[in-house]
């Protein structure tokens, strides 16, 4: 019976957690979120508003709730966020239906530093075609991106593609024609 806007942390009871205040919250769908081991919350959607701010599709919240502004990402995205995933070393894999991040082009999948910026060491050159639903990232740090994305950096691939740590296509994977359907 209480307004809460697209975003809410419940205690273990179900009760709403009251320590956790998001304020008037985000104006539009969230689709992903992920807790850092700091605690710190990051979430990724449609929204373009956080608390009558302009945040663009990403943010990153304190523990209680109120805006990480250490975590800058100055215009943002340019359209959704499906995915976002932590790696080890505290950087932070972004997948979604964007085509540029901070004015600059980046095809739906982009590796942000712990302060926001974008990583530069993470080169995936033309990117992906089409939207990516889910990254994962393995053990030894090769990572999964899934989609309905039919090539990377202009390579066939269809909706499934496993990179090096560095952006690269990893070549030691061999999924044949691909599959297809999307891949969530």
Do not use: E, M
Request: charged letters at 15%; hydrophobic letters at 35%; glycine letters at 14%.
């Amino acid at each position: 019976g209480t307004t809460q806007n697209y975003l809410i942390r419940l205690n273990p009871d179900g009760s709403k957690d009251t320590s956790f205040n998001i304020g008037s919250g985000l104006n539009a769908l969230v689709c992903s979120t992920a807790i850092q081991p700091d605690g710190k919350i990051l979430v990724g959607g449609n929204f373009t508003t956080y608390n009558g701010t302009t945040q663009n599709y990403l943010i990153r919240l304190n523990a209680d709730g109120s805006k990480d502004t250490s975590f800058d990402i100055g215009s943002g995205l340019n359209a959704l966020v499906y995915s976002t995933a932590i790696q080890a070393d505290g950087k932070i894999l972004v997948g979604g239906n964007f085509t540029s991040y901070n004015g600059a082009t980046q095809n739906r999948l982009v590796r942000l530093n712990a302060d926001g910026s974008k990583d530069s060491s993470f080169n995936i050159g033309n990117g992906l075609n089409a939207v990516v639903w889910s990254t994962a990232i393995q053990p030894d740090g090769k990572i999964l991106v899934g989609g309905n994305f039919t090539t990377y950096n202009g390579a066939t691939q269809n909706r499934l593609v496993r990179l090096n740590p560095d952006g690269s296509n990893d070549n030691s994977v061999h999924i044949g024609s691909g599959l297809n359907a999307l891949v969530y």
